[in-house]
């Protein structure tokens, strides 16, 4: 059987072996080991480790082989913490950039809030995990070492929502979330909603005691308002709305943020959600939010309108992709914090680049579309003075960052 020599991680976080015929990716290996398996087009399966790497370590999860939800509890908390620095410094050298970087900050175990759940019908019952690496069937995970007790609950109500709603057909996704007051369910994949179905479902929101259940983007069921706190705020955020994956994680991006806006009395915050940024910011400046989703914007203002002790937090339901702010109307900010998805802000960061706002605080899910948005802004004559890799998604492949940039004099 043949050998291959793993000489790098993809970004997916897939040992990389160079071949005459292209690049053979194989799950679950690192750099400098060789391996066999069988080659099935570019990828390798049934792999077998012949000479392991130092960096490799025993799995803290008794379901790693088998589910996909992780991808890198083989590799030592020390190799992952240098290969996901790697990847942003790689991602701006790309561009011919180049900054400080200061150590990572990672999540610790069993303290994500919030996860996408697979769930189907079976003959018995119902069955709640995550997709095995590369297939469409469900895991079971009931010792799942990425989840927060308290979210790891949600596998029950799961299973019990699609033996009611859910067909043999198809598959419920769950996304849920943890609450101040219990968890946050959407659910999505599952029959149309009938009378009969809303009395079923809502009778389950009480028996799990659940905060909120939406089905299809339709609330059936609220006990109370899921509220997420926001530094002295507390947000209701829409149903599926966005919230940062661990508290830690959220905690470790808002306090790099803080330094970088510093005494700024004056403070944009762009791509805003429901205020993750804002409402803590509020405490020291008067903060205008924009964001594209009014709803989430509605969710800000109520939970800052019943906070005390924040200063003004303004806010505006606009797409900044099509409709970025412009250098006009950025004249009296004193910094600006910019959080966009995985596609970046090209257009929102070109008009930042043209504007003369002092200090950017750069929040980005992205290291490629960050380093691409870091450029415009090092043309437009801002510095880049550090980068802050937050490890939120702790083994896996995703890399999360904050950016410190200023205007030169």
Same mark, same amino acid.
């Given at each position: ?14 040992? %990389? ?25 570019? *990828?390798? +399966? ?11 370590? $025993? ?6 082989? $088998? ?37 990572? @900050?990672? $999540?610790?175990?069993?303290?994500? !809030? ?23 069937? %469900?895991?079971? &995970?009931?010792?799942?070492?990425? @989840? ?19 067909? +043999? ?17 959407? &659910? ?23 905060? !909120? ?30 919230? /940062?994956?661990?508290?830690?994680? #959220? ?8 330094? %970088? ?6 403070? %944009? ?23 594209? #989703? ?10 800052? !309108? ?50 003369? &706002? ?13 380093? *691409? ?14 980068? /802050? ?7 896996? $492949? ?8 200023? !205007?030169?004099?």
């Amino acid at each position: 059987m043949q050998t291959y020599q793993i000489t790098r991680l993809g970004h997916q976080g897939d040992g %990389i072996a160079q071949t005459d015929a292209g690049p053979v990716f194989a799950p679950m290996t690192l750099p400098g080991e060789e391996v066999t398996g069988t080659l099935d087009g570019q *990828r390798l +399966r049934e792999v077998r480790i012949v000479t392991p790497s130092e960096d490799r370590v $025993s799995a803290d999860c008794r379901h790693y082989k $088998s589910c996909g939800g992780c991808q890198l509890q083989h590799a030592s908390d020390e190799f992952v913490a240098d290969w996901k620095v790697g990847v942003v410094q790689q991602a701006l050298a790309a561009q011919g950039l180049e900054t400080t970087f200061r150590p990572i @900050l990672t $999540s610790p175990p069993q303290t994500r !809030r919030r996860a996408s759940l697979s769930v189907r019908r079976t003959k018995k019952g119902a069955m709640a995990g995550f997709h095995a690496k590369g297939s469409d069937v %469900i895991v079971q &995970v009931p010792d799942c070492q990425l @989840l927060h007790p308290e979210l790891m609950q949600a596998m029950a109500v799961a299973e019990k929502l699609a033996m009611i709603g859910g067909s +043999r057909k198809g598959e419920l996704s769950v996304l849920a979330t943890m609450s101040e007051t219990g968890l946050d369910l959407a &659910v999505t994949g599952g029959k149309p909603l009938d009378e009969q179905l809303r009395i079923d479902l809502s009778a389950e929101v009480e028996a799990f005691k659940l905060a !909120r259940l939406a089905w299809d983007d339709e609330v059936v069921g609220q006990r109370e308002p899921p509220l997420q706190a926001f530094g002295k705020a507390h947000v209701s955020p829409p149903s599926g709305a966005f919230l /940062q994956a661990t508290p830690q994680g #959220e905690l470790d991006l808002l306090a790099a943020v803080k330094e %970088i806006v510093g005494p700024a009395k004056q403070v %944009i915050d762009l791509f805003a959600g429901c205020g993750t940024f804002a409402l803590p910011l509020a405490e020291t400046a008067e903060v205008h939010a924009v964001e594209g #989703e009014k709803a989430m914007m509605a969710a800000l203002d109520l939970g800052w !309108r019943r906070a005390q002790g924040l200063k003004k937090v303004s806010h505006e339901a606009r797409d900044l992709f099509r409709r970025p702010l412009m250098p006009d109307e950025l004249q009296k900010t004193d910094a600006v914090v910019i959080d966009p998805p995985r596609a970046g802000a090209e257009a929102q960061v070109r008009e930042l680049a043209a504007s003369a &706002v002092p200090v950017i605080a750069f929040v980005s899910c992205n290291p490629v579309t960050f380093a *691409r948005d870091a450029k415009i802004l090092l043309a437009g004559n801002y510095q880049l003075h550090w980068v /802050q890799v937050v490890d939120q998604f702790r083994w896996s $492949s995703h890399v999360e960052l904050v950016a410190k940039f200023t !205007r030169k004099a």
